[in-house]
């Protein structure tokens, strides 16, 4: 049997738990298939191996904080999709899908250097992002052509070789779509996609930097809890909590940390929106929050449309399908886990 991806695999296992989860027998012998299959993804995820060359829109998705050490988190493991999918002759364009309040500036910075790293290849031209934009926001081509006429409804015109199109594009289009929420380190993780979408009720903004110093001193002096600090400089143990934050510390801390960075952030987000921004820059920089429809009246995002409209209309003119590179990467130890729950052996 010819395995053409890991869904292929898990399919097979899934075979053979019908068969075999009525006996305990059956459940030990379903563990060690499981076990072989998750050692099998592995191998194929190490060596890079891709069984399934096709073509393929790659989905990258960055969830949750933004420095975790989730595939869906972590800077360095979003950057590494993200190469692959770039480096993947097989795939015609980049979608981010993102629902995240933010998170650490230094794993955002990673993903953001790729992307203007790999834009620096190539520039797409205003005509070829409007072609692009006009695609993702038809709203008639999520149905087929039998479902509009039963409905007497005037056929789309539809974008002839659009796959031809991006292929024979410098570089591929990446698209960052919005779902609930994009904030703060996420808009540096994103904003320099070529085109950013986002629903109208969904969240987009606070562009700032914040630290915060939590002091437990007070609580600890109630419980006769006692801190000895042995430090080599007078700022060594600056923003302890185990000490009160004089103003002295307040004024060091934004001036050589908050400050620096939010100088960094502001730079990214002109950089990348430029002409495009339509408000104050110092509202923008207000740490305000808005809605993905008035973020596209202000500039901040290019269209307001769903993930799935996108995905749809993607998959419907190109005649391929989502490939997604963030599930391509879990460990045995956590495929066996949740398996051992579901078969209630854990």
Excluded at 82 to 87: E, F, P, Q, T, V
Aim: glycine share 6%; charged share 20%.
């Amino acid at each position: 049997m010819e395995f053409q991806s890991e869904q292929s695999l898990v399919n097979v296992a899934n075979e053979h738990l019908k068969v075999y989860k009525r006996t305990a027998y059956g459940k030990l012998a379903f563990i060690g298939l499981i076990f072989v299959i998750a050692t099998a993804t592995n191998i194929i995820n190490f060596t890079g191996m891709d069984f399934s060359e096709q073509k393929h829109i790659s989905k990258i998705q960055i969830d949750g904080e933004i420095g975790t050490t989730h595939d869906t988190g972590s800077g360095y493991a979003i950057s590494d999709h993200l190469l692959s999918a770039i480096n993947n002759k097989d795939s015609l364009a980049i979608v981010l899908e993102v629902d995240s309040p933010g998170g650490s500036p230094t794993d955002s910075q990673i993903i953001e250097n790729v992307i203007t790293q790999y834009k620096a290849l190539g520039q797409l031209n205003n005509q070829a992002l409007q072609r692009i934009s006009t695609a993702l926001t038809s709203p008639q081509l999520m149905f087929t052509d039998d479902v509009l006429r039963k409905a007497a409804l005037e056929l789309p015109n539809k974008d002839a070789d659009f796959q031809g199109f991006l292929s024979e594009l410098p570089r591929k289009p990446i698209i960052a779509v919005v779902s609930k929420l994009c904030a703060s380190a996420c808009i540096q993780a994103v904003i320099h996609a070529d085109i950013i979408v986002a629903q109208k009720a969904s969240l987009v903004g606070n562009v700032g930097v914040r630290m915060d110093s939590l002091n437990w001193s007070t609580l600890a002096e109630r419980l006769g809890v006692k801190n000895t600090v042995i430090a080599s400089g007078v700022h060594k143990d600056m923003l302890s909590p185990w000490t009160d934050v004089n103003d002295e510390q307040i004024v060091i801390a934004r001036k050589m940390l908050v400050n620096p960075v939010f100088e960094q952030f502001k730079e990214t987000v002109i950089t990348a929106r430029g002409n495009k921004l339509k408000m104050d820059l110092e509202q923008l920089f207000s740490g305000l929050v808005w809605s993905g429809l008035e973020s596209r009246e202000l500039g901040l995002v290019d269209i307001n449309a769903d993930k799935l409209q996108v995905q749809k209309n993607l998959e419907q003119l190109t005649a391929v399908k989502y490939k997604n590179y963030s599930q391509a990467h879990f460990g045995i130890g956590q495929f066996l886990t949740s398996t051992l729950n579901w078969l209630g052996l854990n």
